[in-house]
T-cell receptor, first 117, second 111 residues
Framework: GAVVSQHPSWVICKSGTSVKIECRSL??????MFWYRQFPKQSLMLMAT?????????EQGVEKDKFLINHASLTLSTLTVTSAHPEDSSFYIC?????????????FGPGTRLTVL | QQPVQSPQAVILREGEDAVINCSSS?????VHWYRQKHGEAPVFLMI?????EQKGHDKISASFNEKKQQSSLYLTASQLSYSGTYFC????????????FGKGTRLSVIA
C-alpha cells in the first residue's frame, strides 16, 4: 500500500518559537494533501487542504498566517506553526490523496505530537 | 457537516459482535472507516461508494444505505486487537475533497 511519512514524530518547543512538520508521500505522487489536528479524545478536524503548486485552502477558524502550508512538490507538504503557544499543543496528522478508479483514498501519516511549553 | 456516530462507546468480550453506525444529513459520495489506537494515526478499514463499490479488509464488513445516508461497520467475533476508536469519514462529492470525520466510537474488547 501507499506510504506517507511525517517528521518529526514528536516535538517539544518553547512558546513563541516556530515548528515545521513535514509530510511526504513515499511511493506515490500526491497533488493533494490534507492537514488535520486532533486534540485528546476528540476527532480529527480538518485544518487545510494543500494543493501542489498553489495556495492552501484553510478551514473556517484556522489562521492561515499562523499555520503556514507549503506544498512545493508532488511528494512533500509542510506545515509550519508560527509563534506557537501552549494552546497549539496537539496531534497533527497529514494525509495524502491517491486516486483509484472512482474514489480518492486517503493515506495517513503517523502523526506529529506537538507540545508547546 | 460532521457525520453522527453511534454508539459513543462499547465494551465487548472476545468473540462478541458489534455494529457501529454513521449517519449524515447530507447526500454522500463515499464513506470511509478507520480505526485509531491511542497515540497512533488512523488505519484504513473500509471504503464504500455510492453505487455499491467497496474496498476493504477481508475480516471487516460494512454497508452503505445511500437513500438514508447511513453506513454501518460490522465487527464479528471480536478480538483484543479490535480495541480502539473507530471513525467514519464522509465525502460529499467526487474529486480530491477531504474527509469529514465523526466523533468516533470507542471500542474496548476484554478477555
Amino acid at each position: 500500500g501507499a506510504v506517507v511519512s511525517q517528521h518529526p514524530s514528536w516535538v517539544i518547543c518553547k512558546s513563541g518559537t516556530s515548528v515545521k512538520i513535514e509530510c511526504r508521500s513515499l511511493d506515490f505522487q500526491a497533488t493533494t494533501m490534507f492537514w488535520y489536528r486532533q486534540f485528546p479524545k476528540q476527532s480529527l478536524m480538518l485544518m487545510a487542504t494543500s494543493n501542489e503548486g498553489s495556495k492552501a485552502t484553510y478551514e473556517q477558524g484556522v489562521e492561515k498566517d499562523k499555520f503556514l502550508i507549503n506544498h512545493a512538490s508532488l511528494t512533500l507538504s509542510t506545515l509550519t506553526v508560527t509563534s506557537a503557544h501552549p494552546e497549539d499543543s496537539s496531534f497533527y496528522i497529514c494525509s495524502a490523496s491517491l486516486t483509484s478508479g472512482r474514489y480518492n483514498e486517503q493515506f495517513f501519516g503517523p502523526g506529529t505530537r506537538l507540545t508547546v511549553l | 457537516q460532521q457525520p453522527v456516530q453511534s454508539p459513543q462507546a462499547v465494551i465487548l468480550r472476545e468473540g462478541e459482535d458489534a455494529v457501529i453506525n454513521c449517519s449524515s444529513s447530507k447526500a454522500l459520495y463515499s464513506v470511509h472507516w478507520y480505526r485509531q489506537k491511542h497515540g497512533e494515526a488512523p488505519v484504513f478499514l473500509m471504503i464504500l461508494l455510492k453505487g455499491g463499490e467497496q474496498k476493504g479488509h477481508d475480516k471487516i464488513s460494512a454497508s452503505f444505505n445511500e437513500k438514508k445516508q447511513q453506513s454501518s461497520l460490522y465487527l464479528t467475533a471480536s478480538q483484543l486487537s479490535y480495541s480502539g476508536t473507530y471513525f467514519c469519514g464522509t465525502v460529499e462529492s467526487s474529486g480530491n475533497t477531504p474527509l469529514v470525520f465523526g466523533k468516533g466510537t470507542r471500542l474496548s474488547v476484554i478477555a
